[in-house]
């Protein structure tokens, strides 16, 4: 019935027996317990869902978890290194870049894979690399500051 | 130590949603739980003929298969407020089942439950649930609906009508208006939006037959409420033996205060199957079921004499309900809207007329703002189309007929025409800071050389005001609340001087535990890290009434406050005794009692360990240090502000791109500015999505054609500008904080401002109006049509 996979998932080999059908996001929400990666639509528009894999963002409801297999996945439980806070997750502290902190995993992840490819990005590049990512309570504005703090932080 | 009030705080809540340790409903898994799937209505109006599902029930893994007919003796979900027709005759009030037996009224409606032990086996068998139905003409539009001959939403209800509504004093109006030498007319929709948390609504219900008790575990903004509602006008079970949690909640905006007929749901199979049962909609399910926001159709006509003095404004419009009354739904077009018509203007005269209809649609209640920003575009739109005919600049328009300046102190509140007395406002000062911040003038000259490169830049303007706080329990007891609206809180001081402060106010993403533990801090003195806020469990919380309305800081910070007055009473009595001191000649500051005068003190600290280690202490004093307290306001506080958008719209798409956004408000004083600029950034952004790309879309059977994100366009990051964001202060006069509110403001103001800029943007083409959303196609075309 089940597929074996092997997954690094933050760092650590999970090894499962999973249904084919199974999306990323429910391996790593129902399966591994790893509930900060979150689910808000089923269409893969919000973004509440992205994860890295091998180092890029994905919507992790886009992609199987038998897809996942021998791949390298991390999640907002896995930013966090030796308990420091990755510079992201602080400064969407420090700038209020998060209310109901529903959508806040995804967009951390999501700046993340942008840090990744432009350390020092604009506004602009910002807000284009957060468009398929949606929050409805900052109104993005503080996000963008997040964002910017955590690039002058990383460089 | 430094005063904490005032202060950008960094939220004492952020840790747990940045390291992914948020603890949202979907998130929590029962021992034995399983998964509901709904079966939900794919018409807006069908009789069930019948359904089958004993494929369904056959297949391995599912628990049961609840249909309409198996749940007898429940009426359905109740409405919290009741508004009589204006002869008097009461409201019609159908029904709500929560789960259908005969017909359907929207598309969503609730058919038939699945249960299983994973979720996709409760989908799977679903599909195996065979239902026959007849589909019948439906209508979705507020005007249809009332029309002679139109489908009828509920067979008792005679025209679709729930009831109809006026306010303000009509021969006045008609006289006024007779008088005026120029009138202003507009007839608009605020069209229907849909709230989106990004949280879908979820619910568990687990309940223990050897203690007779049942959790329910819920994304709402008012669990108390939801336990009282579900208890006693559902269920019918007994309210102490119920416990509702409401964890972290995704956002709510509205959405999440009012009772579903999911949660009573879980709660009732969950006591039939003897299991915990999870439901968690999923997005399409949301669109279709959580309750939508705004739907007015209205016909408004402005009066002005000569000189640009407002003489009077006569509205009358058709709300949209959809099929059953929500929770909240008969008070957001009447008293949340109607009674904010006389907006910051001197207006003399105002009558509204509005008609409540049933439709075969979701229901509609509270959205961010719920009703103020319906009144607030509603007046903007036609003063910025006044300013235009009678040829003067809409800000000096706007100056003219501004409310003078009181502080609600020693001058008293300013009556309006439609019931409300505002407290404190000086509205002059938010239109000239904003005005100012601007450049209006600059800007105008900017705009003329714009046009000149053939680019049309256009300035819009808002102003606001709005009344939250909400509520004074005898007022809207008076107008229909079937509840009272005061707040709830305790402070309880622990032996070592830690403080735990449980309110019934209920964050979904406001930030309560920072705020309300800043104000605690500073007036004990202490430090924040020795501060814990507990909100959203029954068990914890005496009781509440939840968040919405703006209402957490000016009516649970002031319950919050006076038991804080109350502690610091008590510890002056025991004060007193250990400094041998009389009572009368101590002073708290700094976290510690000091006789006047004297070095002689004794800290807080100390005080809590004596209050439960009361060896040597004073007669007649009871040990302990805990407080409740309930706080009913004496009147709704009334934010208000001026918004100023700059677009730019481009001649050969239509499409409109924002330059800048200008928001000036006064919220009265500020607990933590980083918070209030942040609802504010969302409130306008919230407000901007109505105005040019939200939008629900029904065709006429009845069908929400845009129920996903890849048809409903939701605001994107680069849809919308940083905002620039100030403040003026005049504080509330009726609250301990003098605060007002601000979850709301944002939204209320910047959809009239939107717009506005884009007429202004288009002022060579004679357009009156163009209907919301203002998207590149609509926007094109009303240049085509223009001059």
Partial sequence: MGISIEVNVNGEKRHSEVDARLLLVHYLRDTLGLTGTHVGCDTSNCGACTVLVDGKAVKSCTMLAVQANGAEVKTIEGMAENGELHPLQSSFKEAHGLQCGFCTPGMIMTAANLLERNSNPSEEEIRHALEGNFCRCTGYHNIVKAIQLAAQQLT | MASLIG????????????????????????????????????????????????AATAMDGVVAVFTGKDITGITGVPTGWQVNFKNGDTMKEPPHPLIVADKVRHMGDNVAVVIATSKELARDAADMVEVDYEELDAVADAVKAVAAGAPLVHDDVPNNIAFDFELGDKAKTDEMMAKADHITTLEF?????????????????????????????????????????????????????VRVVSPDVGGGFGSKIFHYTEEALMIWISQRIGRPVKWNSDRSEAFMTDAHGRDHITKAELGLDSEGNFLALRINTHANLGAYLSTFAPCVPTYLHATLLQGLYTTPAIYIDLTAAFTHTTPVDALRGAGRPEATFLLERIIEN???EIGMDPTELRRKNLIPPFDGVNEPGYQTQVALQYDSGNYEAVLDKALDMFDYKGFRERQKAAKAEGKLLGVGFSTYIEACGIAPSAVVGALGARAGLYESAQVRVQPTGKVSVYTGSHSHGQGHETTFAQI???????????????????????????????????VGGSAIMKSIDKVIQKGAKIAAHKLEANEDDLEFANGAWTVKGTDKSIGFGDIALTAYVPHDYPAGVEPGMDFASFYDPTNFTYPFGAHIAEVEVDKDTGKVKIVRYVAVDD?????????????????????????????????DDGQLINGSFMDYTMPRADDLPSFEVDRTVTPCPHNPLGVKGAGEAGTIASTPAIVNAVLDALSDYGIKDIKMPLTPERVWRAMQNGK
């Avoid at chain 2, 050897?210 to 007994?238: E, K």
């Avoid at chain 2, 430090?527 to 009781?543: C, R, T, W």
């Avoid at chain 2, 600029?677 to 105005?691: E, P, S």
């Fill in chain 2, 667 to 699: 919220v009265g004083n500020v607990i933590n500015p980083m918070i209030v600029d942040g609802q504010l950034h969302g409130g306008i952004a919230h407000g901007i999505g109505q105005a040019l790309l939200e939008g629900a879309i029904y065709d």
């Fill in chain 2, 189 to 241: 929709t605020n069209q229907r939006i849909i709230p989106n948390a990004i949280e879908p609504r979820c619910a568990i219900g687990d309940y223990n037959s050897a203690t007779d008790r049942y959790t329910l575990y819920t994304t709402s903004q008012n669990p108390h409420l939801t336990r009282l509602l579900m208890c006693a006008f559902v269920l019918g079970i007994p309210e102490h033996k």
């Fill in chain 2, 386 to 388: 006044a300013a235009r």
């Fill in chain 2, 7 to 54: 202060k950008p705080v960094k939220r004492v809540e952020d840790k747990r949603f940045i390291t992914g340790k948020g603890r949202y409903t979907d998130d929590i898994v029962l021992p034995g739980m399983v998964y509901a799937y709904i079966i939900r209505s794919p018409y807006a109006h069908a009789r069930i003929n019948s359904i089958d599902t004993s």
């Fill in chain 2, 520 to 554: 605690v801090a500073d007036k004990f003195g202490i430090n924040l890290e020795d501060v814990e806020v507990v909100h959203g469990d029954s068990e914890a919380v005496a009781f509440g009434m939840g968040t919405y309305g703006s209402r957490s800081l000016a």
